[in-house]
């Protein structure tokens, strides 16, 4: 079963204005990404850096759960889970 990635408004624009993607990936977060990027290059750029590291101000969830908290772009991800994208909001 493939991964489904939840993209926020924000980001919408550069994943076709899809509100989720169906990416079928697993094992690791980073094998995913890998593979929204073949196919969504814009939205890998702003997910993650030159190096492929997640950007600072993008946050994770798998399943709920931080992905720093489950290892970053080394967590597991399994068939059928759920990757949520959230970029940082910063305001004042």
């Known amino acids: 079963m493939p991964v ?5 408004s924000t980001l919408r624009g550069d994943a076709g204005d899809a509100k ?16 929204m990027g073949r196919r969504w290059p814009r939205l890998e750029r702003r997910v993650r850096d030159e190096q492929g590291a997640l ?8 399943d709920g759960v931080d992905c720093r908290v489950l290892g970053g772009a080394d967590a597991p991800v399994t ?5 949520h994208l959230l970029p940082s909001v ?3």
Do not use: F, H, K, Q
């Open 4 to 8: 489904t990635v939840l993209v926020p």
């Open 20 to 35: 989720a993607l169906s990416v079928d990936a697993s094992g690791t977060l980073r094998a995913v990404l890998d593979e």
């Open 55 to 62: 950007r600072r101000y993008m946050n994770v969830y798998i």
């Open 79 to 83: 068939a059928d889970a759920e990757v």
């Open 90 to 92: 910063a305001g004042g």
